[in-house]
């Protein structure tokens, strides 16, 4: 692939990916902004919103659990970008390092994406979930579907197989509430 297109592709993929991911995370903040509304906003109302944005609600634990597998993968996603975006710069500029140095700038341009993605994107968009929940869960419910139809399944197999290699035990008594609603809870304070 040309060096150009590469980058045209991998910045296009990583911006989809930085979206994807802001939406998620406002969609956990109204959910859990929902979940906690005494504690927040006691004006909330849940019978305002759509039937499946109530099961989310309801199910948050669940709905949690994929949320993060699914903002894992666009991570990763955005990961594999950088890296190529990275490359092709690189190339385009007609330098060559060792291996030593490409390792060391794909880390550093990981950790740049990481930060992009946390200060322009994840912020303001979980405040927005946050303060305006009702436009989050009706707004960001359909494309969250689609990722709970794809990640669904993954995070089932993923804790039968948790459940096989470190007993029952672990298992036995699930948390109420995911570390995103004790987020939230500690935010609104």
Known sequence: MNSYWQLVVCSAGALLAFAAGAML?????????????????PNLKADELSAAARYCIEHSGKVAAVISL??????????????FWCD?????????MALTYEVLIALVA????????YAVFDLPMARKGRDDSTFA???FLYPFCGAYAVFAPMEYLARRLSQKIF???????????DYIDVEVMLRSE
């Open 25 to 41: 995370a406002a969609f956990s903040f109204a959910i859990a902004s929902f979940r906690f509304s005494s504690v927040t906003k």
């Open 70 to 83: 699914s903002r894992r993968f666009l991570f990763a996603c955005v990961a594999i970008a950088s890296y």
């Open 88 to 96: 092709a710069v690189l190339e385009l500029l007609e330098v060559r």
């Open 110 to 117: 990981i950790l740049a994406a990481l930060f992009f993605q």
């Open 137 to 139: 869960l009706s707004k």
């Open 167 to 177: 007993g029952k035990k672990i298992f036995k008594n699930p948390p109420s509430f």
